[in-house]
Nanobody, 126 residues
């Protein structure tokens, strides 16, 4: 059974950094694409970044490219999201997601991910 547990959220000021963690139990990194999404109040859940299952290649939303870095530690079964130069518009609940059967053309669609964590709140003050 796949389970995802996020941690690391908090309240920071604009320009600060945070690192989110997602412990992924029951997941083989080579078989699952692991990703991060976020959802702000009143908005739809949006893609942030993911690591492709077979290649380990990272993909990013344009809004976070150059500021966020996704990585994983296979020994700890953990995927990280390093967030630098945070902006108030990054404020959201951040979710970890995993799926073994994604295709590239729909990888930014949250409905394509089978398993989700409970989310962690990130608040960036101006």
């Amino acid at each position: 059974q796949v389970q995802l547990v996020e941690s690391g959220g908090g309240l920071v000021q604009a320009g600060d950094s945070l690192r989110l963690s997602c412990v992924a139990s029951g997941v083989t990194s080579s078989s699952y694409t692991l990703g991060w999404f976020r959802q702000a109040p009143g908005r739809e859940r949006e893609f942030v970044a993911n690591l492709w299952r077979s290649t380990g290649r990272a993909y990013y939303a344009d809004s976070v490219k150059g500021r966020f870095t996704i990585s994983r530690d296979n020994a700890k079964s953990t995927v990280y999201l390093q967030m630098d130069s945070l902006k108030p518009e990054d404020t959201a609940v951040y979710y970890c997601a995993a799926d073994p059967n994604l295709i590239l053309s729909t990888m930014t669609n949250p409905s394509q991910y089978k398993t989700w964590g409970q989310g962690t709140q990130v608040t960036v003050s101006s």
